[in-house]
């Protein structure tokens, strides 16, 4: 049993590439281990920017010889095959056993394969594992990439180390060839560390000024950070990102801290932490009051001579210089107005079919003036709603945002406060985008919520319009994001919204074949919400597929009554008897006993009849029995007579949980029905009568939810 | 002869030269157009084609009319000086070279941090792409380090592997100043200020302000002309040329911000294509004389 140590040395490996390369060389070792017949246990792997380490404990000297067998042709068969099997497994006719299968002779071929020295099977894999390997971009590079062929790898490969035990495993690849010898700290350490084995190779390293492994480094940083932060009397506005990201950068990492001009702190601390974080990769810190101070903290690869005082002042005049910049566009914007960026919207594009930002602009403070006036919130202030939405997007073509894209929204709101407008039109600017994730906060203010919803429904339906659809994963304008942002802004801040109207507001007239599109899209997403946050897909599925509902809310208020209700005692119990009337119905195949009375009952059985007189008789007919009903019946009729009202008023009222009572009373009744009255009677006007009456069961509960998509 | 990088930006690119030189590169001199990066001369671009080795290390000044900022920014300038030097094929030992390049030039890695942090290289404008690094000292890049891949649309084969110093800023690094304009031009008291703060101001303002925007459109639209003229009659390098000219008239465009976003687009293809056109044909002149020479090439 032997410790294996592979290192792959290369020129500087992107930190973000570090974590994917550290799982790839174990995927592959472990791949061409296990078909080379290897067995492998416990496996560590190591990166720094400059190499790949694997450490795989306990490999075995050889793999164990085996013997196997395989069937051939049986006795008598053709010589040619006989000796075509001989040929497949290596053998001489004469080394075949003859064995009895079932009654017949059969040849059969033993093949002994011996065990092989791990170390040749090392010697054959490293080449492949390193052929094979897998980066997100690669290159040639040096002679050999005079022809198509050379290798390829994320940058320069320059070394191998490849020991198993103390012994060399010797293997090459386009020229690099393995052996015991490494590099340490590009700058503190010259020459060459030569490796004895798997076993001393980070101590060795670590002498050479290199921590190699990653997490060790990353909490040297996390910690070193917050040191630092501390001694300066500030605590470290913590980033884990940055951890990995510095971890990557470095063999030897050094935390240092540093301060800048307190007048920096004037421009808006998100644009002071973004410069420092994505250009310089520097932590910021926070003053006890939790505002953002004047200091950064860089990490250094090197231990200076100086303690860091040259690195600190470099690091500082960098994130001056880039503090400036930001400074420059945050004055250089403010000399112009909101409304006066918001016109060179008209030269972006928003896409080519729907003209530019400036047009969706527009249309976006159109709706958002008749959200705030007309629809969902009456009180709203629908002057400064039109305000704010045709301000919402000016920021996109100043310099800061153009700059620091992230920062759409947060800067418009900046700006908008700078030149005094009213603080909710600069909040509707700069929450209009939100919800983005999963976990932002939604927007309540109404203001927010009225340009943030108009801006949401005017992209789903400018997209719409254009027949634009997500498909499969491809989503590339954001629309399923942009239809869970609408949801959520509406369920959070409870809005009884009508699509219908919204699409007769936006488009200046009805437009049927838009609603449709914009129902059935929200309807889909908010499917696929209700089911990730854990309602059961079969009551959403019986909600939705009543149709004819435009308010997204409310049909959610639906989705959830049937869930409790479905909890119930009652619940459960009514869903009993509703299959078992449907059931029946569906037997006897019952289209009602009257010609065209309703299947589905969202039809009026009358609508075909011309004639008064007519109505009137099949209207009585229909409320009259020719017999005396017994009394479960008697009493089943009664009680849809009341529930049937009852639940439709409920639902009139949008209060389903009364519905769902209305409902539920009729439990005992269809209960008492099937057990002391027989449907199937022989008398067929009984018959007939009776089926119609468990028609109308079905139907009254089929216009609180389609129970027959509940499962149970 | 004395250098004193540390105290002198002439020096700084005189013991660079000399480096650069002991090592085996031509020492060439600027192009003599107006550009945008060093890349742009033939030197880099037409040279990084084929398979000839080819060692050459150049300053090049640069025009970026963006960038200008009228004197008043101790960084940002819209003229500007790039060392550049390109080695074809990459050398094995490329990273050692630059790194003793900077121990030249008065920075001590032990003293200052040194770091390659990744940075791809892509120009659509030339059709070229690489992968490689830009160098930090102490957070500021001052070197951009590219293995070029693909140039014109082209594979490069061999790569070449190309390092553009960023004069101005490492001669501030070195000088230990926090202004470029206060950075010493020589050793005799001439200032940086003193040779380029009156261009700076002035052109910051031509570039932004005054630049006859038609005139401009139209420069544009004869260096496309005169690019396909020079392409149909077989002088790809003079077509080159005014690929070049028509891409800084762009720039300058761009700084009259008078090109929309829509228009910036098309206006970045029409270059494209002459650039790419430019290296097409000189590599359709030249592929037959290198796949002669180099039995192992193919283009």
């Known amino acids: ?712 | 002869m004395n250098r004193d990088p540390a105290n002198s930006f002439q020096d700084m690119i005189l013991a660079l030269h000399d480096f650069w030189s002991a090592h085996g590169c031509l020492i060439l001199q600027p192009y003599d157009m107006r550009m945008g990066a060093g890349t742009f001369h033939t030197a880099t671009t037409l040279r990084a084609l084929g398979p000839e080795p080819w060692n050459a290390a150049f300053v090049q000044p640069c025009r970026r009319p963006t960038d200008g900022r009228y004197g008043e920014n101790p960084n940002r300038l819209q003229h500007y000086y790039q060392y550049q030097v390109i080695l074809k094929p990459s050398p094995s030992d490329i990273q050692d070279l630059y790194l003793e390049s900077l121990r030249v030039i008065g920075i001590d890695p032990l003293k200052h941090d040194i770091r390659f942090v990744e940075d791809d290289w892509e120009s659509p404008t030339l059709g070229a792409w690489g992968l490689g690094w830009e160098v930090w000292c102490d957070g500021m890049e001052v070197t951009q380090f590219t293995y070029f891949q693909q140039m014109g649309g082209f594979d490069c084969k061999p790569v070449a592997g190309e390092l553009t110093y960023g004069l101005e800023r490492l001669a501030m690094y070195i000088q230990s100043v926090d202004n470029v304009y206060d950075l010493a031009f020589n050793s005799a008291g001439v200032s940086y200020g003193d040779v380029f703060l009156e261009n700076e101001k002035q052109m910051s303002k031509w570039n932004f302000e005054v630049a006859d925007t038609d005139a401009l459109f139209d420069l544009f639209a004869k260096a496309e002309a005169e690019c396909r003229n020079a392409l149909a009659n077989e002088v790809p390098i003079a077509a080159y040329e005014q690929a070049v000219e028509a891409s800084h008239i762009f720039n300058l465009l761009q700084a009259r911000g008078v090109i929309s976003v829509q228009e910036r687009a098309s206006y970045m293809a029409r270059v494209r294509d002459l650039a790419r056109g430019s290296c097409e044909a000189h590599m359709a002149k030249e592929a037959p004389v290198w796949a002669e020479k180099y039995p192992e090439w193919s283009a």
């Open chain 1, 1 to 712: 049993m032997s410790d294996f140590l592979l290192e792959l040395r290369s020129e500087e490996i992107p930190a973000r590439m570090q974590a994917g390369a550290r799982a790839e060389l174990e995927k592959l070792f472990r791949r061409e281990m296990t078909s080379a017949g290897v067995d492998v246990a416990g496996v560590t792997v190591w990166s720094t920017p400059r190499r790949l380490a694997l450490i795989a404990r306990g490999l075995p000297d050889a793999t164990q010889a085996v013997s196997e067998e395989a069937k051939g042709p049986p006795q008598g068969a053709p010589d040619a095959a006989i000796d075509g099997f001989c040929r497949k497994n290596g053998v001489t006719k004469d080394q075949l056993e003859l064995r009895d299968v079932k009654g017949r002779q059969i040849y059969f071929a033993v093949i002994e394969k011996p065990g092989q020295s791990v170390r040749d099977l090392l010697a054959k894999a490293i080449p492949a594992i390193i052929r094979e390997f897998s980066w997100p971009k690669s290159m040639r590079w040096g002679d050999a990439s005079i022809g198509t062929d050379s290798l390829r790898w994320v940058r320069p490969l320059s070394g191998i180390v490849a020991l198993l035990g103390d012994d060399i495993v010797e293997c090459g690849v386009h020229g690099v060839t393995s052996g015991a010898a490494t590099k340490g700290h590009r700058f503190h350490h010259s020459g060459e560390i030569t490796i004895g084995n798997a076993a001393d190779y980070a101590m060795k390293l670590r002498a050479g000024h290199v921590i190699v492994d990653h997490a060790e480094r990353q909490d040297m940083i996390r910690t070193g950070a917050a040191a630092v932060a501390s001694e300066a009397g500030l605590s470290l506005v913590e980033d884990e990102d940055l951890v990995i990201e510095n971890a990557g950068l470095t063999e030897w990492p050094i935390p240092l801290l540093g301060r800048f001009e307190d007048d920096f702190l004037e421009v808006p601390p998100e644009t002071i932490q973004l410069t420092a974080r994505v250009n310089q990769k520097y932590f910021v810190c926070e003053d006890a009051e939790g505002k953002l101070a004047n200091a950064f903290i860089c990490t250094a690869n090197i231990a200076a001579e100086d303690g860091g005082a040259a690195i600190v002042d470099g690091n500082r005049k960098v994130l001056a210089a880039r503090l400036s910049d930001a400074r420059f566009f945050w004055d250089v914007d403010r000399k112009k107005t909101l409304e006066q960026h918001a016109e060179g919207l008209a030269r972006i594009t928003f896409h080519e079919k729907l003209g530019t930002v400036a047009d969706k602009v527009k249309r976006v403070a159109k709706l958002a003036e008749w959200l705030t006036s007309d629809a969902a919130a009456p009180n709203g202030d629908h002057k400064a709603a039109r305000r704010a939405a045709e301000l919402c997007k000016a920021d996109l073509v100043t310099e800061m945002v153009g700059e620091f894209p992230e920062l759409q929204g947060l800067m418009g709101g900046y700006y908008a406060r700078a030149e005094g407008l009213q603080s909710d039109v600069a909040d509707a600017i700069r929450d209009h985008y939100k919800p983005v994730g999963q976990e932002d906060e939604v927007p309540t203010a109404p203001l927010t919520v009225a340009v943030g919803l108009a801006d949401k429904l005017d992209t789903l339906l400018s997209f719409f319009k254009i027949g634009i659809f997500p498909t499969g994963s491809k989503d590339p304008f954001a629309l399923r994001r942009a239809a869970l942002g609408y949801l959520r802004l509406v369920q959070a801040n409870d809005l009884n919204l009508s699509l219908d109207q919204v699409v007769h507001a936006w488009d200046g007239r009805p437009n049927k074949a838009l609603v449709s599109k914009l129902t059935d899209f929200l309807a889909d997403r908010l499917k696929v919400q209700q089911r990730e946050a854990g309602v059961r897909h079969d009551l959403i599925d019986a909600v939705f597929a009543l149709g004819g509902e435009d308010d997204l809310v409310r049909l959610l208020a639906r989705v959830k009554a049937l869930q409790s209700f479905m909890d119930s005692e009652d619940g459960t119990n009514l869903l009993a008897g509703y299959k078992r009337a449907a059931n029946i119905l569906k037997k006897e195949d019952w289209q009602g006993s009257g010609s065209r009375i309703a299947r589905t009952g969202d039809e009026d059985p009358m609508e075909n009849v011309d004639d008064p007189q007519m109505r009137a008789i099949y209207a009585a007919r229909a409320k009259t029995l020719s017999y005396t009903p017994e009394p479960a019946e008697k009493a089943l009729i009664d009680a849809l007579d009341a529930a049937g009202p009852k639940a439709a008023a409920a639902i009139e009222a949008e209060d389903f949980s009364a519905a769902m009572s209305a409902l539920a009373s009729l439990r005992a009744p269809i209960d008492s029905f099937f057990e002391d009255v027989t449907v199937n009677d022989d008398d067929p006007a009984k018959r007939s009568a009776r089926l119609d009456l468990l028609a109308r069961f079905r139907d009254a509960v089929h216009r609180v939810a389609d129970f027959s998509r509940i499962e149970g």
